[in-house]
């Protein structure tokens, strides 16, 4: 499985067993989304915290009642077999891991695709500002915070944020290419103080892996997908199911058909 | 009740019964928002319908269910009583116009409020693009193309679109500048030929009222917000509530506090 794979490839080795890994290195240029699935009668309220909470919770695509086949982001996909691993959670605690949740599919799941930070990533490393992580072949650390996510029926929770150090004279620039991607966390929410999240130990992260943050660096904080995996531990709905971090769903769209309409517009002198 | 008025002051005469007039031109700078009602067992379709046509149906917030109190964009608002108008809907047809609806407010109804247009209407007319029906006084016209939403569940139905008529030269401006404001409809959806959205006669809009287009303009369409109304009107709950049209509510929300990311990200020097 390499870099120049498509999206559809790394989905099909995904069914077939042949590839069960991470996927942040997978079909270069294509979007990576985050998976949560949730039985109908909790799926109202995680609906709206999606949409109370968009920085960290950038929906793509609600899947229809029952369906594993997304309509919109991805052709002939089936999200029961086309992620290399799964998460089952019972009672918000993942109480196993599997390649594959045919087995445990409901008539009564809907699967909720959200935008991930890996677009707004390459987009940097396109720009000639290198991800610490990726240098460091680490997974990105990761915070939660002391800001509550705004609470949404049964769920709530903090807000978690990643966190990527750069030098303060690009970190403008790096804010202005990210703000880019609403869809996949846009603009950072803080830069250089962590207490200001109630971060006090930035080697310490809560997931992920620390990664170095040199003396002329300040951290650069974004929202994280991982924050709706941390309301489902509160929640505590009976049954879920996410993807494993890492081990994502890959859509078939292109991480600039994510671009948002004011780094679009000017582009479509056609008027249609 | 004057432009200057603050959207508090606006919101209090509605409630006593003192305005019960249109909206368009008080309290100038607040963001005002289209408001559907729906009881709880058709929120979730509607509520995905705007996720899935976010164009046509930005969502600015949703109350808690048989809540009419918005948390986030007003402070001590009763949507029962705070807009000037309202139309009761049954079986997709509206059903009676009232000036307060708490007679027909129950425990298991869904507030939502959509982004308006008038949002971005205030920033072309501070950049210096006047806003033809304005210029007129008259309604925007809007027109119901050849475009299917994306349906939800119950709800389904074409896209409705308002049209402002500019000439080609500042047509690239006009886009970038509503495009900052992707919770008032956003950039345009097309601008040129009627024709490719299915309107064949310009002159005769199917709600609001014609406007001049000059010899040396195109007209300009945006996504409008009559569109989840036409979808009420093809998915007929057995009730419902709007706003009338043009009688909006006013929230405490500026509108340059709906600006996009992309817009703002670079006047946060300090970083939180």
Not at 79 to 87: A, E, F, I
Not at 165 to 194: E, F, K, M, N
Request: glycine share 6%.
């Amino acid at each position: 499985m390499i870099a120049n794979a498509t999206a559809a490839e790394v989905r099909t080795a995904c069914r077939l067993g042949e590839h069960t890994g991470p996927t942040p290195d997978l079909a270069s240029g294509f979007v990576q989304a985050n998976l949560v699935v949730l039985p109908k009668d909790w799926a109202y309220d995680f609906l709206l915290f999606c949409q109370r909470n968009p920085k960290p919770c950038p929906l793509l695509e609600v899947c229809e009642v029952g369906s594993p086949h997304p309509q919109l982001c991805a052709t002939n996909a089936d999200l029961r077999t086309d992620l290399p691993q799964y998460c089952l959670w019972e009672q918000g605690v993942c109480s196993g891991e599997v390649t594959d949740i045919t087995a445990h599919w409901r008539d009564d799941l809907v699967c909720f695709l959200i935008g991930c930070s890996f677009t707004f990533e390459t987009a940097l490393q396109l720009a000639g500002y290198p991800v610490r992580h990726i240098q460091e072949t680490k997974n990105v650390p990761m915070y939660r915070t002391n800001r509550q996510c705004q609470s949404a029926g049964r769920f709530a929770g903090p807000l978690v944020v990643s966190m990527r150090p750069y030098r303060q004279a690009v970190v403008s620039d790096v804010a202005r290419i990210t703000a880019q991607y609403p869809l996949a966390h846009g603009a950072p929410l803080h830069w250089g103080t962590p207490g200001v999240l109630g971060i006090d130990d930035i080697t310490t992260p809560d997931y992920g892996d620390a990664v170095v943050v040199d003396h002329d660096e300040v951290p650069v904080f974004w929202a994280c997908g991982v924050t709706p995996q941390a309301a489902l531990l509160q929640a505590k709905p009976p049954f879920a199911i996410t993807h494993k971090p890492g081990h994502m769903f890959l859509t078939d769209w292109q991480d600039r058909d994510l671009l948002c309409e004011t780094a679009t517009v000017g582009t479509n002198a056609a008027g249609t």
